[in-house]
């Protein structure tokens, strides 16, 4: 359902509007700052995290396709990766809670949905694997 692609977009319409919901309904509960520390160290951790995928997507498949090119590599991610940590770490006690207990509510809900529509499980079930 949430993988549903815009025909003219070509984004994931349904699960882009679902996030815009929870977001909204959210906001309107939690206070500001504590909206905006929750921001700040989730969107370092992505960055941290794209830039540890690039370091180890160029490693360990050199022949893939690359379609963006990234100056000084391996030095920029590298660095990119420090930087963020070490903004990661500056921020308050309380942040490093509310991004733990909200990654743990992600991954229970991952892994719940992921387990009854795996197409692996799917497959395996019907004796295809």
């Not at 993988?3 to 500001?32: C, E, N, Q, Y």
Request: aromatic share 12%.
């Amino acid at each position: 359902f949430f993988g549903a692609i815009h025909d003219r977009f070509r984004t994931p319409w349904k699960s882009t509007l679902m996030t815009g919901v929870v977001v909204a309904a959210l906001s309107s509960l939690i206070p500001l700052r504590i909206l905006a520390d929750l921001t700040n160290i989730g969107t370092l951790l992505a960055f941290v995290i794209v830039c540890s995928a690039v370091l180890i997507m160029r490693h360990t498949h050199p022949e893939a396709e690359r379609p963006f090119r990234v100056p000084y590599a391996p030095l920029t991610p590298i660095l990119g990766i420090l930087f963020c940590l070490l903004l990661m770490f500056s921020l308050p006690s309380e942040n490093w809670f509310r991004l733990l207990v909200w990654l743990l509510i992600g991954f229970l809900i991952y892994f719940s949905y992921g387990r009854r529509h795996s197409v692996l499980e799917k497959m395996r079930r019907q004796g295809k694997l």
